[in-house]
């Protein structure tokens, strides 16, 4: 149960895109498409935004999206807009009804 | 709408236990899975423990496994988590999800949460 990785930051300029990776292994992302994306404000309860790899659910704006290819996930934000700037967590599902989450990335909106 | 408020969150020394709890309100919490993540300070959200909508099968991360008990009152909508043995690296913010529906489900709602802090 190793955590995934992700990049502990990434920034860009309002109207920019900018992407999020969450690198896994065959046993947790690659194994599944069960990967979900969470956004998480300081001092806040996480946020659904990304379901199922490429699933965004309702009220979720369309600049978000997701994708996978092999053992890393991806979650792109396109429009960058200044409330886009939080935490982003991976999660995966990892088998056996386990969970295993990303260590989390911090957005910068400059 | 659907809601969860996690309690019992409090400054405990090392070895001792706490109980944890998660009031649902706005669904129907007894038809779906249920589960505890954690943020140690500084840190990410770590997995803890599911349980299913019956209550029956409960499954827990290595790192919990064995101190930690996962259960649900479903005639009180409430969701608990015993953690006994405490450890300093314990020592996090305790959210209280439901997953969409089974335990291998993503979560859709997340409580606000409740600290707990193992130091002596």
């Known amino acids: 149960q190793s955590a995934l990785t992700q990049p502990r930051s990434v920034s860009g300029s309002p109207g920019q895109s900018v992407t999020i990776s969450c690198t896994g292994t065959?046993?947790?992302?690659?194994?599944?498409?069960?990967v979900s994306w969470y956004q998480k404000y300081p001092g806040k309860a996480p946020k659904l935004i990304i379901n199922?790899?490429?699933k965004r659910p309702s009220g979720v704006p369309d600049r978000f999206s997701g994708s996978k290819s092999g053992n890393t996930a991806s979650l792109t934000i396109s429009g960058l807009q200044a409330e886009d700037e939080a935490d982003y967590y991976c999660?995966?599902?990892?088998?056996?009804?386990?969970?295993?989450f990303g260590g989390g990335t911090e957005l910068t909106v400059l | 709408e659907v809601q969860l408020l996690e309690s019992g969150g409090d400054l405990v020394q090392p070895g001792g236990s706490l109980r944890l709890s998660c009031a649902a309100s706005g669904y129907t919490s007894s038809s779906y899975a249920m589960a505890w993540v954690r943020q140690a300070p500084g840190k990410g959200l770590e997995w803890v423990s599911s349980?299913?909508?019956?209550?029956?099968?409960?499954y827990y991360a290595d790192s919990v496994k064995g101190r930690f008990t996962i259960s649900r009152d479903n005639s009180k909508n409430t969701l608990y988590l015993q953690m006994n043995s405490l450890r300093a690296e314990d020592t996090a913010i305790y959210y209280c999800?439901?997953?969409?529906?089974?335990?291998?489900?993503?979560?859709?709602?997340w409580g606000q949460g409740t600290l707990v802090t193992v130091s002596s």
């Open positions: 999800a439901k997953h969409l529906v089974g335990a291998n489900s993503y979560f859709d709602y």
């Open positions: 999660c995966s599902y990892a088998g056996t009804y386990t969970w295993v």
């Open positions: 065959s046993s947790d992302v690659g194994g599944y498409n069960y």
């Open positions: 199922d790899v490429t």
């Open positions: 349980i299913s909508a019956t209550g029956r099968s409960a």
